[in-house]
Every structure is written in structure tokens, then in C-alpha cells.
């Protein structure tokens, strides 16, 4: 047997801290690093000090150390064209390229590739000119979600219930530029009846493998109140997904995506994560990302068996027609409940000691999002600071661990959703 393979896995979030726990066991990681990671990491991963937004200085650090597969985690790395910067390097990554990601940082873009592909979205119309959004807004019936085009670090989204409310979304965005160019064009849809799904599959340019499937918990609040955020908790499996809407989403929402990428010569390697509703009226896509979810990711990889950095290994070469079409997974279920910062999702308190036990047990895993170290201890280091996911036989059984695990955290101001694995 070989040395095992140097694996750099960029980024330093729940997401990432989760990529790291599940590369750990492969037999074949021999050295690991992450950058930036963060200190719930170390003891997996030798932390390489560069930004993950620094995509060159990455570049060169991998090419420097003869890294053997790159692992990109967050959008604005893939946006900002590192796996490009690599691949020109000759550097192994698994991860899509800018053109491929731009089926995420560009929701207009995306929202013209499903119509194309025929993958069902709701009824919606791009804007770059405020006073055409307005007008669409007045056209519509109430409950209708305004959306920056571009990446806005998951506060993009404005879920409107009234016309009042869409067209102050809209004067924020484009007037009031809350999202800075990436509000310069928008997107307005139709709100969604039914229930969310996040969807994940592993892709290596012409075919997929599915992963898992989520649900995660936006609002801030219990009962879905409050402001959109990044994610305040995830489940896996969905309660009540019928296995006639799994084959649903699988042929009629991810197989046609990854067809039309490669069909417009962008294949998309990587992890395929589109948003979707189940509705009275089949699925429908409300959005699509080029990466893992977070905390989805803290679900999903839980709960996948088997070995995950041979599988994107298989996945990098081209190779996934070989494996199985069907990938292991564990019987029973995972619930992550996200603990976050004061004033979160519009500020973040950082350096607020942590307290409690952090050990990660069989059933029970800590995935650290915003933490940083403070003397011998940690503290907050951002608006998400740490995900608790609870493994168990059954939903009910997953959650009571992650609660339990929650239970025994604390820092001042902690907020934290009671209901996740509720719905
Ligand atoms: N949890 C939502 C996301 O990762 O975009």
C-alpha cells in the first residue's frame, strides 16, 4: 500500500469541518490540510493559513506541496475560478469550474438553463431595471420571493408575502444595493407551496450519483419565522418524501441538468445541490448551487457510507459510471441543530467564550462553523458558530441526541431553533 494521498480541502465551515471528519477515514488520506479550516478541524487537518477567497495563493500552495486532490467547499472560491486556477497548475480538484459554477452565482443564468433543459421552475422574470421589477410585482398575486442574481453569503433571498413588501425587497436590492453588485440584476418568483427539499448529487461531468436527501431550516425562528439565513438546522432523511417524487427529482431535475451542462460544453464536476419544492403539481426548482449545502453537508455525509474521497476521486477522473448506481447509505436518520451568535444573520458577535462539551461520541458529532481559539479554549468567530448533529435509528432518535448535544453548549447570546427535525 502507498502513502495515501495529500488531500487539501478549502474552506472553514460546518461544511467543511464535515468534508474533513468523512476524508479522515478514508484509507486512503494520507496527509490532510485545510484552508483556512478552523480550530475544530485541527485535530483532523494541519490548517494552511490562506483565505479561501485568496483562490492564486491557494493555487500555488497546492502546486507547491504536490497536493493530490483539491476539495473546494463554499460557492465564492468556485465563483472566483480556483478550480480553473488549479487545473491550469496542473493540480487534481474535484470541484466545477467558474463557467459550471456559474449555475450558482448567476440565478438568472440557471433559471434560463432549466427552461431550456425543461427542468420545472416557478413562474419568475429577471430585472435589471427597478421600475420593470415593480411593475412585474404589480402584475402578480401576492406571495413572491425577490432574489439577488448574484452570490450574497446566503442573504440574498427576500420571502415577500405582500406586494408592499416585494417592492421594498426590490429598492433594496437595486436602489439600496444591500447586496452590493450582486443586487444589480434580480430575480422575482412565485412563492412556492409544499414542502422544501435539498436536493445533492455527486457529478463528474456526464453522469451523477445521488447523495442523501435534506431538509434544512432557513427562517431564523421556529414555525419558519423570522429572516432568511444561511441554514439554522438540517434533517436526513425528509419526513414524507415519496419515493415517486425521489424519481421525480432525480429524472426530471438533476439527470437533465447535468446532460444540458455538458451539452453546453460547461460539464459539471462537483457537488449538484438545486433547491427544490415539492408542490401539489410536482417538483419545482428554486434554486441551484454548485457545492454541498451547509448544514446539509453535516447530515448528509453522516449518513453516507463508504468511502467519500475515493468516490470524488471517481468522480474527478471522469470514472462515476463504474460505481454503483445506487450509494450506500446508513438506515437511520440525522438531525443538526446550528447554534448561532447574537444578532445573527444581520451581525455577528465574535470572541464570546464557549462553554460545555464539545466530544464527539458515535451518535453525536460537532461541527465547528464560526469558532476560533481563545487561550485554551474557543469562542465565537462568526454568525454560525457551531452545528450539533444527532445520529440515530430514527428521526425522533437523531434529534433527541442533537438537543441533548445542544443542551450541554452554551455562550452568551446563543440562538438556536427548538423545532429542526420537526417538520
Ligand atoms: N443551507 C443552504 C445553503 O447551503 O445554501
Known amino acids: 500500500m502507498g502513502v495515501g494521498l495529500r488531500v487539501l480541502v478549502v474552506g472553514s465551515g460546518g461544511r467543511e469541518h464535515a468534508l474533513c471528519w468523512k476524508i479522515r477515514q478514508s484509507p486512503r488520506c494520507g496527509a490532510l490540510y485545510a484552508a483556512p479550516g478552523n480550530p475544530g478541524m485541527a485535530p483532523l487537518a494541519e490548517i494552511v493559513d490562506i483565505p479561501a477567497r485568496e483562490v492564486g495563493r491557494i493555487a500555488d500552495w497546492a502546486d507547491e506541496r504536490r497536493i493530490d486532490l483539491?476539495?473546494?467547499g463554499p460557492d465564492d472560491p468556485l465563483a472566483l475560478g480556483i478550480v480553473d486556477e488549479l487545473e491550469a497548475r496542473g493540480v487534481r480538484v474535484f470541484g466545477p469550474t467558474r463557467?459550471?459554477?456559474q449555475i450558482e452565482w448567476s440565478k438568472s443564468w440557471a433559471r434560463r438553463l432549466c427552461i431550456e433543459a425543461d427542468v420545472p421552475v416557478p413562474d419568475s422574470g429577471s430585472f435589471d431595471d427597478q421600475s420593470a421589477a415593480h411593475r412585474y410585482v404589480d402584475s402578480r398575486p401576492p406571495g413572491l420571493v425577490v432574489k439577488a442574481d448574484g452570490l450574497a453569503a446566503g442573504k440574498g433571498t427576500t420571502v415577500c408575502r405582500t406586494q408592499m413588501e416585494a417592492h421594498a425587497a426590490i429598492d433594496r436590492a437595486m436602489r439600496g444595493r444591500a447586496f452590493g453588485a450582486a443586487g444589480a440584476v434580480i430575480v422575482i418568483e412565485e412563492m412556492l407551496s409544499g414542502f422544501e427539499v435539498s436536493v445533492s448529487a455527486i457529478c463528474d461531468g456526464s453522469t451523477y450519483r445521488m447523495l442523501p436527501y435534506a431538509c434544512d431550516h432557513k427562517a431564523?425562528?421556529?414555525g419558519d419565522r423570522g429572516p432568511n439565513t444561511g441554514g439554522m438546522g438540517t434533517h436526513s432523511p425528509p419526513a414524507g418524501l415519496a419515493p415517486a417524487s425521489e424519481r421525480e427529482i432525480e429524472l426530471r431535475v438533476v439527470a437533465?441538468?447535468?446532460?444540458?451542462?455538458?451539452?453546453?460544453?460547461?460539464?459539471?464536476?462537483g457537488f449538484l445541490y438545486p433547491g427544490v419544492f415539492v408542490t401539489p403539481s410536482g417538483v419545482k426548482v428554486f434554486e441551484i448551487n454548485a457545492r454541498l449545502g451547509d448544514p446539509e453537508a453535516q447530515v448528509i455525509l453522516p449518513r453516507l457510507d463508504g468511502d467519500l474521497l475515493e468516490l470524488?476521486?471517481?468522480?474527478t477522473d471522469g470514472n462515476l459510471a463504474r460505481v454503483s448506481p445506487v450509494l450506500?447509505?446508513?438506515d437511520g436518520a440525522a438531525c443538526c441543530v446550528?447554534?448561532?451568535?447574537?444578532?445573527?444573520p444581520e451581525s455577528a458577535q465574535s470572541g464570546i467564550p464557549i462553554s460545555g462539551d464539545l466530544t464527539d461520541r458515535p451518535s453525536l458529532l460537532h461541527f465547528h462553523a464560526g469558532t476560533r481559539a481563545a487561550g485554551d479554549g474557543l469562542a465565537t468567530g462568526g454568525g454560525r458558530v457551531l452545528g450539533v448533529t444527532g445520529l440515530g435509528t430514527d428521526l425522533a432518535a437523531a434529534r433527541d441526541r442533537a438537543y441533548a448535544g445542544v443542551a450541554a453548549v452554551g455562550f452568551a447570546g446563543m440562538q438556536f431553533r427548538r423545532d429542526i427535525g420537526q417538520r
Open 328 to 330: 450506500p447509505l446508513s
Open 338 to 344: 446550528v447554534l448561532a451568535s447574537a444578532g445573527y
Open 312 to 315: 470524488m476521486g471517481v468522480a
Open 220 to 222: 431564523l425562528c421556529d
Open 99 to 101: 463557467a459550471a459554477a
Open 256 to 269: 437533465p441538468l447535468v446532460r444540458a451542462m455538458a451539452r453546453i460544453g460547461r460539464p459539471f464536476r
Open 70 to 72: 483539491v476539495v473546494v
